[in-house]
């Protein structure tokens, strides 16, 4: 469904959006109703195949920019995933300049890439076919992990990729690369961070990032980051679930001493 994401990510304003984990397509639907400017649907490590993505998209796709994270960086889950309509897709795990260089060309119809050509939702099965095809390759965002120290190492070289709308950083696989699993504020993966953010901040390159929480993604918000997400749907679920009990629990156990 066409919606101006990449224009407004190329303009390197705030979108502000959050995991969608869940298969069930009730969880997009509920996170689409909340005023997120994007939905992160995660195929990489959400339980997706392309059949359970489609009834995400037509659920919420009309009114909310879908971005899929495909399962890996390679020509056919990103050539289904762009098919059925997804808004965009992040590729994970995109370390050098050559993998980085073949996400652009399956993203892109000829003469920018060599994305197949199909008749596919994202073309109305074929009727909107043309407009589609003229269409796609200004309105299709591309964005790349980096989530590697490798891909840290070659940032200045991935930014000068020509078609890549964003590069999105992955804290919890860089730290692991680092040998610092799940440690994404120890002070040598932050200034990886932080030499990702100057490199691509002198190249003009919109940028985003991942924080469980509110809290962890707020400073980047600040330095001028553009695609925020924020928590996890079922994370979510789990600390309100918790908050609540706790609520409940203390209360009781107040009436208790009375
Ligand atoms: C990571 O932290 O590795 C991510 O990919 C976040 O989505
Ligand atoms: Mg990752």
């Known amino acids: 469904m ?7 990510l190329r303009e390197r304003q705030t979108l502000l959006g959050t995991i ?28 997706y195949e392309t059949t359970d993505l489609l009834p995400v998209l037509r659920a919420v796709d009309h009114r909310i920019p879908c971005i899929v994270r495909v399962p890996a960086s390679e020509e056919i889950p990103i050539k289904k995933t762009l098919d059925i309509g997804a808004t965009g897709i992040i590729a ?8 980085v260089e073949s996400v652009v060309r399956y993203c892109r119809y ?8 199909g008749l596919s939702r994202a073309s109305t099965y074929g009727l909107g076919l043309t407009e589609y095809v003229g269409s796609a390759n200004d309105e299709v965002a591309v964005i790349v992990q980096a989530e590697h120290i490798e891909a840290v190492e070659n940032i200045e070289q991935i ?12 804290p919890y696989d860089l ?4 040998g610092k699993m799940g440690e994404v504020t120890a002070p040598d993966v ?33 330095r001028g980051y553009s695609l925020i997400v924020s928590g996890v749907d079922v994370l979510m679920m789990a600390h309100a679930a918790k908050g609540m009990l706790s609520t409940l629990r203390s209360s009781n156990d107040r009436k208790g001493t009375e």
């Not at 066409?2 to 407004?8: L, P, T, Y």
């Not at 649907?41 to 959400?46: F, K, L, M, P, T």
């Not at 003469?111 to 050509?117: C, K």
């Not at 930014?159 to 992955?170: L, Q």
């Open 190 to 222: 932050v200034d990886a961070i932080e030499h990702v953010t100057k490199v691509c901040d002198a190249a003009k390159m919109p940028l985003g990032i991942f924080g469980v929480s509110a809290e962890s993604v707020k400073p980047y918000i600040e």
């Open 110 to 117: 000829s003469p920018n890439g060599n994305r197949g050509v």
């Open 159 to 170: 930014v000068k990729v020509e078609g890549v709308d964003a590069i999105f950083i992955g």
């Open 20 to 47: 969608v984990s869940s298969t069930d397509p009730a969880s997009a639907e509920v996170l689409a109703e909340c005023g997120f400017d994007w939905l992160f649907i995660d195929a990489e490590h959400g339980p």
């Open 92 to 99: 994970p795990q995109t370390n050098t300049v050559e993998q």
């Open 175 to 178: 730290s692991a690369s680092m």
């Open 2 to 8: 066409s919606h101006d994401f990449r224009k407004r």
